[in-house]
């Protein structure tokens, strides 16, 4: 059985009164004891959220690390031992924005997945197509080529500590969601990809859904067989939404 998982991702928001704000919320929601619950905060605020979440019930993750997982000179960056020596436990990797917006390509992210595993911390991979590639019917070969960029470089024990996170583009803070089957066929296609190479690997890993996710919509989409859980933009900037995404979960 994998144990499912939620994990809000705040993107570029917060200022260090919403954080705390939103830590207080958080600290008020009754959590599911069997779902992993996590918190992406941006990198200014991943202390304050560190600190303030002590219960220890929720994960703090990061939204970004450098290519490579020691310090150094590379101005601007973070690197994955710093996140760990700051509490955290995951990072994105590969998140639409990131490679949309900002044009990292596959060698880069293959880089800072590495950088990320090397220090023990879990990468998130994101992938998904955009709806001029959905539209062109190309969905599954542009997930496929996305994933497969990740086991060519590491092989599929690199999955043994991952997860993936699959989020059409086109569902990102649109507020238009993949229906459940859609989302269900895409997750079931990335499974079957990675049990070409190892079934027992494949059947642990932890595929979650990203797009529009909200405590409306989450207990459908996590029904399905194929969608472990929930990478949540928007919806996690409210608390009570959050919370009651992650309690979905735990259903
Ligand atoms: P959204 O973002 O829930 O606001 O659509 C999801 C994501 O980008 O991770």
Same mark, same amino acid.
């Given at each position: 059985m994998r144990r499912p998982m939620v994990a809000g991702n705040w993107k570029m928001h917060g200022t260090r009164a919403s954080v705390a704000e939103l830590i207080e919320g958080l600290a008020a929601q009754v959590l599911p004891g069997n779902v992993d619950v996590a918190v992406i905060p941006s990198s200014l605020h991943i202390g304050q959220v560190v600190d303030g979440?002590? +219960?220890?019930l929720i994960m703090v993750g990061a939204q970004d690390a450098a290519v490579q997982a020691e310090q150094g000179a590379l101005t601007g960056e973070i690197a994955a031992v710093q996140l760990v020596d700051a509490g955290c436990k995951l990072v994105l990797v590969g998140h639409s924005e990131r490679r949309?917006?900002?044009?990292? +390509?596959d060698q880069v992210l293959n880089r800072k997945f590495a950088a990320i595993q090397a220090s023990g911390l879990t990468p998130v991979l994101c992938i998904g197509e955009t709806l001029e590639q959905r539209e062109a019917g190309q969905t599954l070969e542009v997930v496929g080529q996305q994933l497969d960029s990740v086991i060519k470089a590491?092989?599929?024990?690199?999955?043994?500590n991952a997860v993936v996170a699959y989020e059409p583009v086109w569902a990102i803070g649109t507020g238009l969601t993949a229906t459940p089957e859609q989302a269900q066929d895409v997750h079931a296609a990335i499974r079957a990809q990675l049990a070409k190479e190892d079934s027992e690997v494949a059947q642990g890993v932890r595929l979650l859904y990203g797009g529009s996710v909200k405590a409306a919509n989450a207990a459908e989409l996590f029904?399905?067989?194929?969608?472990?859980?929930g990478l949540v933009g928007?919806?996690?900037?409210?608390a009570d939404e959050f919370g009651a995404i992650c309690r979905a979960a735990g259903n």
């Amino acid at each position: 059985m994998r144990r499912p998982m939620v994990a809000g991702n705040w993107k570029m928001h917060g200022t260090r009164a919403s954080v705390a704000e939103l830590i207080e919320g958080l600290a008020a929601q009754v959590l599911p004891g069997n779902v992993d619950v996590a918190v992406i905060p941006s990198s200014l605020h991943i202390g304050q959220v560190v600190d303030g979440l002590q +219960s220890g019930l929720i994960m703090v993750g990061a939204q970004d690390a450098a290519v490579q997982a020691e310090q150094g000179a590379l101005t601007g960056e973070i690197a994955a031992v710093q996140l760990v020596d700051a509490g955290c436990k995951l990072v994105l990797v590969g998140h639409s924005e990131r490679r949309l917006l900002l044009g990292e +390509s596959d060698q880069v992210l293959n880089r800072k997945f590495a950088a990320i595993q090397a220090s023990g911390l879990t990468p998130v991979l994101c992938i998904g197509e955009t709806l001029e590639q959905r539209e062109a019917g190309q969905t599954l070969e542009v997930v496929g080529q996305q994933l497969d960029s990740v086991i060519k470089a590491f092989g599929i024990q690199a999955f043994v500590n991952a997860v993936v996170a699959y989020e059409p583009v086109w569902a990102i803070g649109t507020g238009l969601t993949a229906t459940p089957e859609q989302a269900q066929d895409v997750h079931a296609a990335i499974r079957a990809q990675l049990a070409k190479e190892d079934s027992e690997v494949a059947q642990g890993v932890r595929l979650l859904y990203g797009g529009s996710v909200k405590a409306a919509n989450a207990a459908e989409l996590f029904s399905m067989p194929d969608i472990d859980g929930g990478l949540v933009g928007g919806a996690s900037l409210n608390a009570d939404e959050f919370g009651a995404i992650c309690r979905a979960a735990g259903n």
